[in-house]
């Protein structure tokens, strides 16, 4: 199973951005899916981007203002966010090992590795 690690939380303004990183400890397969998804307590887990060799989505409510990126030779995913706001604020989770074909509809259960989670807090 991968070894996932996220970083790049932190406290920002309304406006304001962060990029969030995730580190793999290894590469998984060429077709495999990896996303970004987000929580905030007492409600489900929300995906918030994904992107496989197929292509990457981003869920409407961040569309225009965040980028999902990955570097396969570093084995890194990225999750850059602009204009962000306090709509924001959620722990943020990165996911790997998932199917291509669901890439695009976010299912959580269909990730086989997830990380610890980072923490974004946009202060209005």
């Known amino acids: 199973q991968v070894r996932l690690v996220e970083s790049g939380g932190g406290s920002v303004q309304a406006g304001g951005s962060l990029r969030l990183s995730c580190a793999a400890s290894e590469s998984g397969d060429s077709d495999d899916c990896m996303a970004w998804f987000r929580q905030v307590p007492g409600k489900e887990r929300e995906g918030v981007a994904s992107?496989?060799?197929?292509?990457?989505k981003h869920a409407d409510s961040v569309k225009g203002r965040f980028t999902i990126s990955q570097d396969n030779a570093k084995n890194m995913l990225y999750l850059q966010m602009n204009n962000l706001t306090s709509e924001d604020t959620a722990m943020y989770y990165c996911?790997?090992?998932?199917?291509?074909?669901?890439?695009?509809?976010?299912?959580?259960?269909?990730?086989?590795?997830w990380g610890q989670g980072t923490q974004v807090t946009v202060s209005s």
């Open positions: 996911a790997a090992g998932g199917s291509w074909w669901l890439c695009p509809r976010f299912e959580a259960g269909s990730f086989a590795s």
């Open positions: 992107i496989s060799s197929r292509g990457r």
